[in-house]
């Protein structure tokens, strides 16, 4: 389960960032819970472009602070991003210099 910061306050803006660009184009809403399971476990399912816009455009560092904040493991955060970038073509260069490479695991 995610943890919060001392006031949430900072969560929730988190949160609220990420979820809000994830969820804008789309017509069905992932929530913070299913977000953070799928990339913590690398099966997206139904949620394949909401991921792939997590990714692609959630800027890198709150990419990591969301992670970091729902107790994601930067090296589960990274398999899952090369699924979605295989799946999708998908890719964010900017993002990929910051998570260790699958040669590293």
């Keep these: 389960m ?5 006031g949430g306050k900072g969560f929730d803006r988190i949160d609220s960032i990420v979820l809000g ?12 819970a299913t977000l953070s399971e799928c990339l913590r476990t690398g099966v ?7 991921v792939t816009a ?5 800027r890198p560092e709150m990419v ?3 992670a970091k904040r729902h107790g994601i ?3 589960d955060l990274a ?3 090369q699924v979605v970038k295989d799946v999708s073509g998908e890719r964010n ?11 590293d695991s």
């Excluded at 997206?44 to 909401?50: M, R």
Aim: no cysteine; proline share 6%; net charge negative.
């Design 79 to 81: 398999r899952t991003y």
């Design 44 to 50: 997206v399912g139904e949620w394949i472009v909401q």
């Design 21 to 32: 660009t994830v969820n804008a184009p789309f017509r069905r809403s992932i929530d913070a």
């Design 54 to 58: 997590f990714f692609t455009d959630v």
């Design 73 to 75: 493991e930067t090296a």
């Design 64 to 66: 990591l602070e969301f």
């Design 93 to 103: 260069p900017e993002l990929e210099k910051r998570l260790p490479s699958a040669d």
């Design 2 to 6: 995610a943890k919060q910061d001392k």
